[in-house]
């Protein structure tokens, strides 16, 4: 055989076994991506904090505070209330985050979703604090999450909540913290009403 021949026949080689790798280091790299980290077992020691990109819906999730709190943060933008360009949270992703027993934060971001999804959360048995910053609450949601006993606080910043909330809201008695920046859909007297049914709770609505 030729040099020349021999030559050639080697570069292939070399060439076929990187191109090989490098395909083989993206799959590996797209499959870690869009799988969800097991749910988290008791353990006392100190868990770094996990951020990780969900590709299916757009999102990028985080668990923070030695895994206790949970922030999933959509990547579209607001255009005006009640109208946002967001990404969604589907049911099997509700149901993952309901695995983590852990968790007592959570801040949904950017993101729509199924209120009836949100029944998902009552899994969570430390959950104490919700920040709702740009979603697509609506009443049937808040319905949800008044029957979670252990939330302590609640920040809803440009949901899709109107007066029908209001009872639901009365109903979480153990509310230290209720901040509402009103939807349109949100009366302005709500403030005097809940401020009324829920005199243990700070409450600011603006």
Do not use: C
Not at 26 to 33: G, L
Not at 109 to 128: A, C, G
């Amino acid at each position: 055989m030729k040099p020349n021949i021999i030559l050639a026949a080697v570069l292939i080689f070399f060439l076929t076994s990187a191109m090989q790798a490098d395909f083989s280091a993206q799959q590996a790299k797209e499959t870690q991506e869009t799988v969800l980290p097991a749910p988290q077992q008791n353990s006392s020691a100190v868990k770094k904090d996990l951020v990780f990109e969900y590709p299916p819906a757009g999102l990028t999730i985080g668990l923070h505070e030695n895994r206790t709190a949970l922030r999933i943060l959509g990547d579209g933008t607001m255009i005006s209330p009640p109208f946002y360009q967001t990404s969604r949270i589907n049911r099997a992703l509700f149901e993952w985050v309901s695995t983590q027993k852990q968790l007592k934060k959570i801040t949904l971001e950017m993101v729509i979703f199924d209120d009836n999804d949100l029944s998902q959360l009552q899994k969570l048995p430390v959950l104490e604090q919700l920040s709702l910053n740009g979603t697509s609450l609506g009443d049937q949601g808040v319905g949800h999450l008044s029957k979670m006993e252990s939330i302590t606080a609640i920040a809803i910043n440009y949901g899709l909540i109107t007066d029908h909330s209001i009872p639901y809201l009365l109903q979480m008695k153990k509310l230290t913290y209720l901040t509402i920046n009103r939807s349109r859909f949100f009366p302005l007297n709500a403030a005097t009403a809940l401020k009324q049914g829920l005199p243990e709770t700070q409450v600011q609505i603006y």
